[in-house]
């Protein structure tokens, strides 16, 4: 069993900045693919982002593309979401998502059913 915790999220204005970090233990990381999600209230769960156990491969929603970058560091365990020119279309609940996935470079990505194990969320409000 993997255990995710996600933490940074907040309030801010609109252009501003966040990063988000989610913290995983309870098996090898590097075994692990890793996602970004985020739900609306009344929406259903999106892609954000996504990365390899290498960083290999990235992939990233159109609607991120350019100002959202995913990174991770398989010594700390962590997988990060740096996100910039945060707009209030961005305010969501953020979860972090885990694809057992070891050695492969081609991974679920957006295909949110692939994920294995998730983090509870941390919200982000963006304010115009």
């Known amino acids: 069993q993997v255990q995710l915790v996600e933490s940074g999220g907040g309030l801010v204005q609109a252009g501003g900045s966040l990063r988000l970090s989610c913290a995983a233990s309870?098996?090898?990381?590097?075994?692990?693919?890793m996602g970004w999600f985020r739900q609306a209230p009344g929406k259903e769960r999106e892609f954000v982002a996504a990365?390899?156990?290498?960083?290999?491969?990235?992939y990233y929603a159109d609607s991120v593309k350019g100002r959202f970058t995913i990174s991770r560091d398989n010594a700390k365990n962590t997988v990060y979401l740096q996100m910039n020119s945060l707009k209030p279309e961005d305010t969501a609940v953020y979860y972090c998502?885990?694809?057992?996935?070891?050695?492969?470079?081609?991974?679920?990505?957006?295909?949110?059913?692939?994920?294995?194990?998730w983090g509870q969320g941390t919200q982000v409000t963006v304010s115009s």
């Open positions: 998502a885990a694809e057992f996935a070891p050695g492969r470079t081609v991974v679920a990505g957006p295909r949110v059913h692939e994920y294995d194990h």
């Open positions: 990365i390899s156990w290498s960083g290999g491969s990235i």
């Open positions: 309870g098996r090898t990381f590097s075994n692990y693919a």
